[in-house]
């Protein structure tokens, strides 16, 4: 993974783990698409993935509501329906501001499961 990319894609993750563990490439590939079917059979089934450390994934429900067409500017009514939201973790959030990482940090991040 360069460092002047902004987009990490599954290709790039399967060539870490082909890397970091030391397996094929297609064994690689297939742990990614694995790892991504499980987060959206909890998603479809629980409502909620969360991975400490990272972050939590949760469905949230959007009603029906009035929108505009932005071509012709007319009104119309958008479905319900439901979309995934991303709420990272603590850690995530002070890593990606340059703070330091606590061993406290992590102890209270491993101990939040319970909210899953």
Do not use: W
Not at 3 to 10: M, V
């Amino acid at each position: 993974m360069g460092h002047t990319r902004y987009c990490l894609t599954k290709a790039d993750l399967a060539d870490a783990i082909y890397v970091a563990l030391l397996v094929d490439k297609q064994k690689a590939l297939q742990i990614v698409e694995d790892y991504i079917e499980i987060i959206k059979e909890a998603l479809e089934k629980e409502g909620r993935a969360m991975l400490s450390g990272f972050g939590s994934y949760e469905v949230n429900y959007k009603p029906p509501r009035r929108g505009r067409n932005p071509q012709t500017g007319d009104s119309i009514i958008l479905r319900a329906r439901k979309v995934v939201k991303f709420k990272p973790s603590q850690l995530l959030r002070k890593a990606m501001n340059g703070q330091q990482v606590t061993a406290k940090d992590e102890a209270e991040e491993d101990g939040d499961d319970s909210a899953c």
